[in-house]
């Protein structure tokens, strides 16, 4: 059974920083490219971050980059994301998910509020 568990969201004051997890299992986890979305009421999800399976190479979407940082640990079939520097913008619900993959998790809420 594949299951993906984020956890680590919380609210936040702006310019603070979270780390999220999101533990994989049930697939593969190492040989697959890992994503984080996120989503607000009433929008579309939304690409945040991405990771090669190695960990080697990954992208940004151009409203996160140099604020958030992507890794993983195949060894403990986890992927991260460093939230710096958070923004009101930045208030939504994170997902993680293999690309190729129909599996999402039940997410994890991030809220920036003052």
């Known amino acids: 059974q594949v299951q993906l568990v984020e956890s680590g969201g919380g609210k936040v004051q702006p310019g603070e920083s979270l780390r999220l997890s999101c533990e994989a299992s049930g697939f593969p986890f190492s040989i697959y490219t890992m994503r984080w979305y996120r989503q607000t009421p009433g929008k579309e999800r939304e690409l945040v971050a991405t990771?090669?399976?190695?960990?080697?190479?990954?992208n940004y979407a151009d409203s996160v980059k140099g604020r958030f940082t992507i890794s993983r640990d195949n060894a403990k079939n986890t992927v991260y994301l460093q939230m710096n520097s958070l923004k009101p913008e930045d208030t939504a619900v994170y997902y993680c998910?293999?690309?190729?993959?129909?599996?999402w998790g039940q997410g994890t809420q991030v809220t920036v509020s003052s």
């Open positions: 998910k293999a690309f190729g993959r129909a599996d």
């Open positions: 990771i090669s399976s190695n960990g080697g190479s990954t």
